[in-house]
Structure formats: C-alpha cells, structure tokens
C-alpha cells in the first residue's frame, strides 16, 4: 500500500516540478537563517556563524539534489535528460545520423512488410473472418492417385454428422463465371458454398440474408446469389433496393439475396471473390455433371473450425477415424480414400501453399538484411564513439557510473531506432500490397493477396526493432566500458590510437559478419537465378508462340447442339482469316488452373495386378488440335469432324504411354478402355508439359471434345500480333452470338510462365535484397577501410619515408580489405551450405552446392570489396609523409 | 550512492522524526534538527541537510503533513505534522528498535545475560 502511495506522490512529482525549486530555496533558507542567529546568539561573529551553520548542514547543492530525485522518478529523469541529450548528439552530426537511419529503416521496414505479408497471406488469411486461428484446412487423399484430391459431398456430410471435436464444416470450392461487359469479358470469380458459410465464418452480410440450410438441397433447386461489396459498387453503383433482383449467371437468372460487407474477400488465399452461390448450384457453376449425390465424385474443397482447445492431432485422429468406417461401408468408391487436415497456411487448395517458400525465404532474406543494417549501424557507432573517446573519458572521470554511460548510448540507440522504426512502419505500410505485385497478373485481373498489420505484427517488428537496438547499440556501448581511465587520458594527450587494435577488432567482426551474410544472399540468389534458368530452358513440348484464350458460352447457357455448332463456326470464321494457319479448342488449357480430366483406364493386352488402378490424366480437344499446338504426331492420325458423338470412339495416346503399356509396340489400332467405355487409338502424339516444366514424362492421352464434355478454350496458330487476333476474335465471337466475348488472349509463353511465377518472385526479391546487402556490406567495408587508413597516417608516412611508392601503399591497403572478405566469404561460404538446402524445393536440377554459383558469388564479391577498398588505398598514397611525421 | 548507509541511517532518523513530532507537536525543519540534537545529548553529529529529503520522503508513506505556516520570528516557514498512520508507524518502529537494542545488548554484554 505505502509502495504504491509512494509511487503515485512520486509520479506526480513528475509534474509538479515548478513550484519544487523555490519552495525547497525557502526552507533551505529558512533553516540557515535560523541557524546563523542561533549562532550569533552564541556567541560568533557573523561570518563565523554563517559558516559554522553551512558546514552543519552539509552541502546545499548535494541536499537539493537528493532532494529532487526522492521527489520523483529519477528513472524517469535520467532518462529525459538522456533523451534530450542523445537528441542533440544526434543533431549535431546529421550525415551520420541519416545513414544510420536509413540503414535501420531498410532494415526494420522490409521485416515488418514481410510480416504483414506472412500475416495477411499464411497466418490469418482472411480479412473479417472469425476464430482464424481454430480454422483449418481439409482435403483428400487417395492411394491410387498422388497430391491432394477434393472431397465428395456425401463423404463431408457424414464427417459433419459423426465428428464431436469441430465447431463447423464449411465447403468452399473456387469457380469462375464470365460477366460480359461489352465487347470485354471479365471473369469474375465465385465460390460454391455451403448454407453455413456466411454464419460459421462470423460474417454478416450488410444488405439482405446469408444462406438458408435448404439451399444446400435440390439439383439447381435454389438460384440465389450473395454479392460482394465491390461488385455491388462497381456493377451495381450501390443500388439500396438490390435485394431480390436478377443477375444472369451461366445462363440462369439468379436472385440477389444479400451483399457481403466491405472488406470480406472470401476465402480463397490469391483471389478475392465475386459472389458466392448456395451448394445445391454445382451442376451450374462445376463442369462434370450433377454430383451432389454422388460419393465417387470428389470436388469440394473446404475448412473446419475446431472446437476451443482440441488440437490437430485430435481432430485428425477423430476424422480419419470416421473415414475408415466409410472405407468399409463403402468399398466401392472410398477404397484407399481419406482426409487430411491442414493448418491454414498449408491449405493445398489455395495459393497458401505456393507462396509459402516464398515468404520464407523473403524471411530468411530481411532478417539478413536486418543484421547487416545492425551491424552497418553498430560500425558506425563504433566510428563515433571512438570521436567521443575523451567526453566518455572525462564523464568517467568526473565519477559517472558505467551504467550510466551504459545507459546514455543505449538511449542514442533506442532515438536512431525509434525513428527508424517509424520510417519502417511506414514504409511496411505502402508495402503491404505490394507483394502481389511481383506476380502475374491473369485475365487482367491482379491476385488479392494483401498484408495485415494487426497488434501481433506491430508487437514483432517492435521486438525485432529493440533487439537491433541491442545489438547495434551495445557494441559501441561494451568498447567504453573497457575505456581504461589513466591511459585514454594519457594517450589522448599524445593523439595516438589507445586500445585501437580491440577496436579494430571488433570493427572488422562487424564486417565479416556482413561479408558473410551478404555471400549467402547472393548464393541464394545465384542458384534460385540459376534454376529458374534451367527451368525456362525445359522445351515444354508445344509451340509456345500459339495463342489461347477461352470463350465461356455456358454464360448464354448453351446447350450442347448450341454449343458444338458455335464452336465449328467459330473456328471455320478463325480459320479463314489471314494470316491465321489454324485454330482448335480444347477443354483443358496446358498449365491452367483448371485441371485435366483424369479416369481409370485398361489397356488391351495390358495385365494389371489384381489391386493396381491405372489412372491417367487426359485431355478433350478439337480437330487439329495437336498441330495447332505445335506436338509432333509419332504416328496415326488426329481427330477431325467426323470423330463425332455418332462415330467410334476414338483416343490419341502419348508415346510415354505407349512405351508403357504397348510395350514398343505400335498402339494404333488396338484398343484402350476408359470409365468402362472402349476407344479405339488413332494415334500416338509425342509427350509435352501438361502442368509444369518441372514434371517428369508422364502418360497421357486425348479424346475428342465431341465424343465428350464440350471445350471451352481456344488456341489458335497464327503470324499475326497479338492484339490483331484478340480484336478479330472479339469481332467474330460478337458476329455469332451478341451475348458473348471472349477471354483474355494470351500466348502459351505467357501461360507457362505464369506457372514459374513463384520462381521468378524469390529471384527478384533475392536480387534485390541481395544487391542491397551487397551494397551496405560494401559500404561498410568501405568504412573500416578508410578509418584504418585514416588511423595509420603516421605508419604510412613513416613507409613513404623509407621508400615505399603509391603501389606498395595501394597493395597493402587493398590486401587488408581483401583478406577481410575472404575470411567473411569463407564464413559465408560454411553458412551457405548449410542454408540452401533448405531452399530444396524451389531449386530444379541444381545442386545446392553448384560450384559455379558459389564461385561467381565469391567473384561478385571480390569485385565490390576492391571497388570499397581502392578509395582508401587511393587516399593512402596521397598521405604526405612529412606531415604525417610530424604531426 | 551509498545506499546502505542511507537507509540505515534513514531507518533511526525516522524513528527520532516521528518522535519529535509526535512529543512536540508540529515543527519545522530546524526545530526538529534541534531538537534531535537535543535528545541525543549533542552526542549525535547530525548532517542537518539530510533531514530534509527524509523529511519528504516521511511525506510520501503518508506519515507526516507539512504545511506554510509563521514562525516564531514571524518568518513564513513549512510545519511537519504527525498524521495517524504516522502515529503507528512510530508506535510499530519504536517497538521494533527496543527489541533490537535489547538482543544488541545481550551481544555487547555477554556476561550479565549467564549470571
């Protein structure tokens, strides 16, 4: 009790400091005055009394000043006066203090962006969403078929009936809707939900109602439709009686039942959504038919919510549990079939995945970043504390503790930090949004893959600013506390360098340490440059120069006579215009996010083990496809008009398939099953990228889009430029049917480097990161070079004096540095080997410790070391030796 | 600082403040030192100057108030007061340096204490 009253009086002396000073006068005189006349009284002179009370009382100054610091907070006092302080210092020598700002502000602020991005993309995806932190991903898993296959809908439902530990099972699956606009298509993206979304994610929509648990029941039973907040702006120019309006998506009106509020994005991790439709829709908005009853087929992707306090392996265990039982109940289609949970930012679904080793390594990078700042900074310290060798000197002198001088510059560092940190706020502020800037954008569109500065992110960055501030403010701080009193006084007197050589130790640490980091950033930089070289360089098997683009007519609700006659026409117009050498459709566009079909398929001829399942992935095109594209045909022939629903089933396998299961056999001719209908091969087409460069060899095979389900893209071989046939195309499509435009046009090349995107994202942000390292390890380089010269003037005159000429000089100055960066790239070297194997993934056919990177790191390195030491070494050879001995 | 001896210091001089106070009623700075000096038969070489932040910090536990008020020489100067909680705080530190002294004395005087 007594503590806290103490506390409060004391805090409030704080404040109430102007009337301390004269009152305190008063009474100390008061007190004197007394004292003098008792004196008197005894009997002394007036000087005499006056002295005699004076030495009673002790020293005036000494009592004030006990006085003031048991009136308030002395911590707080020591602190202001330090701070005014520092902000002086600091004042008084601006260059440095802008330097060392800068660098700290790089520093922090390029931490903190990656936070908001690693916040907003992995952490908690989604803006507005509840409880992100119980949420989490679920998808398949299937024996017979690698990665991660979706979820059926009768399978969901029974894992929502019989699970006790989750809170909410929400489907969520991606779809995509043309709105034509004009002569412009845009594609808006939707979600497929289930009735339970908006109410399990704790999001309300601000006009109208969320879904209703019927709406999940009935084939196409329920064509209602919640908006989002920006298509209600854009489209709707905010239209307050919105509700219960008609919208007409893929053919069928659908009822405007609420609009989603400002910020809710969905939850897709890369594409903000457009609108969501209830699940009881999916034969509308999902190719393949009608699947809600069916448990074979797997489509939906989605999340859980945990219950409070259950954990992963909990809820994993109590799902995979229930997914045995239906293993059993249903062996015909869950045979070999389960789930698997996974934390949010491991969602295999989403972007989630794909930017992950992204934004570790952007982590990795700016905590490198940071440190070669600190230690920029902490050299830079060390430059000015040894200027204030002598204040530190006399402040020691004069009986200031260590701890205070401690204090004092770690304030200074606490003022450079502040700042800085302020400066990288900011800056993490406009770079919040910038990371989606480093990806393609598809259909025109950007990916919505914004930062989040919330509590936790500034809580971070603000430690990570304090542990800066420690580490660069400590270095200057522990050299002055070695200070020896007698010999810096001494030796300031001679003006030669005292203790200089620990210094110098520690100053050539600093540098070493940033030498190093910078040699690891630039190997990171060198392989990932490197396999992104020897991805590019994969021929994907097709002409990259072919056109594609998608026409998505299931906007005017086509049906399948509709559809097939607009596509021949279509292509028929395509074809006769100039300069156009052919033109084909295809349902699946190589390197899509739209995945190919894929079937379980028996060879004639081909015996399989009684458990084994061949399942292939193929695709459905048009006539002419594989010479449109650009895939050499092996032998046989393609498709053309006549493979059509009233002909023989037809199918053109790849050679690798072939090789396979013919066996070097000619296939054409025999016979290959597919979801239990015979094909007959036709043909065999030499093997191409279907998904991305990286993949092996695999089996693969095409059917004709008329024998199946109807196509959607078009690719198109042709000279002409670009923006000629997109103009035609616009033209041609307008001509046949008003109601529709067609999709962005782009070439394959663009396609299939929208898959490398990733790659290219972390060569970028390695190269600019590692530059800047580069540049700030020079630089400091550059420092210690220049102060060693600098230092050694007498040592180099006294050289000069004996005969040694500019080279000599210029040799040893140079070797000092170069010595230095070998040591740090030797370090670095050791560092990096252990580093970039955790880079494994992103690396193609590199070896993670490529000779040739390492090597042109080490050049790279040498190169700017000299270009950072030859200045000093420059200034060396001008030292003039008769000056700088008698100085 | 030496801290220690403060507070050793500080602890007695709080005792003799209360005290004074508590006997004389309200007094100022001056009169408390001379009364203190008084007491202790000019055998204690009190540094008068540190009465007055042991004064305020007195203040600051809440054991004593000051207040401006006219000396007897009609000069304004500032009168402590013992407040209640003061009041027990003297009657608790009092106690507690009796028994002190008392086990001090048996240490001083061994002998006394085995007869």
């Known amino acids: 009790m007594t503590a806290i009253r103490v506390l409060f009086s004391r805090l409030a002396g704080l404040f109430g400091k102007r009337d301390l000073e004269p009152n305190l006068d008063e009474e100390l005189d008061f007190h004197l005055q007394m004292e003098i006349a008792e004196n008197i009284r005894k009997g002394m002179a007036p000087d005499q009394a006056r002295t005699a009370a004076l030495r009673r009382f002790g020293g005036v100054a000494r009592v004030k000043e006990t006085y003031r610091e048991t009136h308030s907070l002395p911590v707080f006092q020591v602190l202001w006066q330090d701070l005014r302080y520092g902000f002086r210092v600091l004042r008084r020598s601006p260059g440095f203090s802008t330097l060392a700002i800068l660098c700290l502000t790089l520093g922090i602020g390029s931490n903190a962006a990656v936070f908001t991005w690693i916040e907003g993309i992995l952490l908690r995806p989604f803006p507005m969403v509840a409880h992100q932190d119980r949420m989490l991903a679920i998808a398949g898993w299937n024996r017979d078929v690698p990665g991660d296959p979706d979820v059926s809908w009768p399978d969901f439902q029974d894992f929502e009936k019989n699970c006790t530990l989750f809170d909410a099972f929400i489907v969520d699956r991606i779809t995509g809707v043309t709105l034509a606009i004009g002569d412009k298509a845009e594609v808006a993206r939707a979600s497929i939900v289930s009735a339970n979304y908006f109410g399990a994610l704790g999001v309300r929509p601000i006009l109208g109602r969320g879904f209703e648990p019927e709406e999940n029941i009935g084939r196409n039973a329920h064509p209602v439709t919640v908006i989002s907040y920006q298509l209600w702006q854009s489209r709707y120019k905010s239209d307050p009686d919105i509700i219960g309006k008609t919208q007409m998506l893929n053919g069928m009106p659908h009822t405007i039942i609420g609009v989603a509020p400002e910020g809710f994005y969905g939850t897709f991790v890369g594409w903000a959504m457009q609108f969501w439709v209830p699940l009881s829709m999916q034969e509308k908005f999902d190719p393949g038919g009608y699947k809600l009853e069916d448990r074979g087929e797997t489509w939906i992707e989605g999340f859980v919510r945990l219950k409070p306090g259950v954990t992963l392996q909990q809820a994993q265990a109590e799902i995979s549990a229930v997914a045995k039982r239906l293993e059993t109940a249903y062996p015909a289609t869950n045979r070999n079939r389960g789930v698997n949970l996974f934390p949010l930012w491991r969602t295999p679904f989403n972007n989630a995945r794909t930017m992950f080793p992204t934004l570790g390594i952007a982590l990795a990078v700016v905590i490198s970043v940071l440190l070669i700042a600190c230690a920029n900074v902490g050299n830079l310290l060390l430059v000015r504390a040894f200027g204030r060798r002598h204040e530190m000197t006399i402040r020691l002198a004069v009986g200031a ?487 | 600082m030496t801290k220690d001896k403060t507070d050793v210091l500080y602890g007695s001089l709080a005792l003799m403040v209360l005290r004074t106070l508590d006997t004389l009623g309200p007094q100022h700075g001056w009169g408390i030192a001379r009364r203190i000096e008084q007491i202790s038969g000019d055998a204690l070489e009190l540094n008068q100057g540190s009465l007055y932040p042991a004064l305020l910090r007195l203040q600051q536990m809440g054991w004593i108030t000051s207040k401006w008020g006219a000396s007897d020489n009609n000069r304004r100067a500032k009168f402590y007061a013992i407040t209640r909680a003061g009041q027990k705080q003297l009657a608790a530190e009092a106690a507690n340096w009796e028994r002190i002294a008392g086990i001090l004395s048996r240490f001083a005087n061994p002998a006394r204490e085995s007869s």
């Not at chain 1, 790659?759 to 630089?779: E, K, P, S, Y």
């Not at chain 1, 600098?790 to 005159?797: F, K, N």
């Not at chain 1, 030859?870 to 700088?884: E, G």
């Open chain 1, 401 to 887: 503790g260590r701890s205070r001088i401690l204090k004092q510059l770690l304030t200074e560092g606490m003022i450079l930090a502040t700042i800085a940190a302020a400066g990288g706020f900011l800056l993490a502020y406009w770079c919040r949004n910038l990371f989606v800037l480093l990806l393609p954008a598809r259909d025109g569109q950007r990916m919505n893959l914004p930062g989040e500065i919330d509590w936790r992110v500034l809580a971070l960055s603000t430690g990570v600013c304090v542990i800066a501030t420690l580490l660069f403010g400590l270095v200057p701080a522990m050299q002055t506390s070695k200070i020896d009193l007698t010999s810096a006084l001494k030796s300031e007197a001679g003006g030669v360098v005292g203790g200089g050589r620990r210094r110098g130790l520690v100053r050539s640490g600093l540098v070493l340490v940033q030498v190093a980091l910078s040699f690891v950033l630039l190997v990171g930089a060198g392989l990932l440059l490197q396999s992104l070289r020897g991805i590019q360089n994969i021929s994907p098997g097709f002409s990259t120069k072919t056109l594609t683009t998608g026409v998505d007519f299931k906007v005017a609700g086509y049906d399948r006579q509709r559809s097939n006659n607009f596509q021949d026409a279509l292509i028929d117009r395509l074809q006769s215009l100039a300069g156009v050498e052919s033109a084909s459709i295809e349902r699946t566009t190589p390197f899509g996010y739209r995945s190919y079909s894929s079937a379980p398929i028996a060879v004639e001829g081909y015996e399989t083990a009684p458990d084994q399942k061949l399942i292939v992935n193929y695709n459905e095109v048009g006539p002419g496809y594989l010479a449109t594209m650009g895939i050499p045909l092996v032998s046989g022939r393609e498709f053309t008009r006549a493979d059509n629903e009233t002909s023989q089933p037809v199918a053109i396998v790849n050679d690798v398939m072939a090789a396979q299961y013919w066996h070097g056999r000619d296939p054409v001719g025999s016979r290959l099953q597919v979801k239990g209908k015979w094909l007959q091969v036709v043909g065999v087409a030499k093997v191409s990228k279907y998904e991305r460069l990286m993949e092996t060899p695999q089996p693969f095979f095409f059917v004709p889009t008329r024998q199946n389900s109807a196509g959607l893209g078009l690719v198109i071989r042709t000279s002409l430029p670009l923006a000629v046939v997109a103009k035609a195309l616009a033209h041609e499509v307008k001509a046949l049917d008003e109601n529709l435009a067609p999709g962005e046009v782009i070439t394959m090349q663009e396609q299939v480097d929208r898959t490398t995107a990733v790659q290219r994202t972390a060569v970028m942000m390695l190269a600019v990161f590692g530059g800047l390292a580069l540049a700030l390890a020079a630089i400091g380089l550059y420092g210690v070079m220049s102060y060693t010269v600098s230092q050694s003037t007498r040592e180099l005159g006294l050289r000069m004096a004996l005969g040694a000429d500019a080279g000599n000089l210029v040799r040893l100055i140079m070797s000092n540095g170069l010595a230095l960066t070998v040591a740090g790239v030797v370090a670095g070297a050791a560092a990096a080997l252990g580093l970039t194997r955790l880079m494994g993934t992103l690396l193609y056919k590199v070896s993670p410790r490529d000779p040739a990177v390492f090597a042109s790191a080490f050049l790279v390195m040498i190169i700017a070391a000299s270009a950072a030491c030859f200045l000093p070494a420059w200034r060396a050879t001008r030292t003039d030796p008769v000056r700088a001995l008698r100085d």
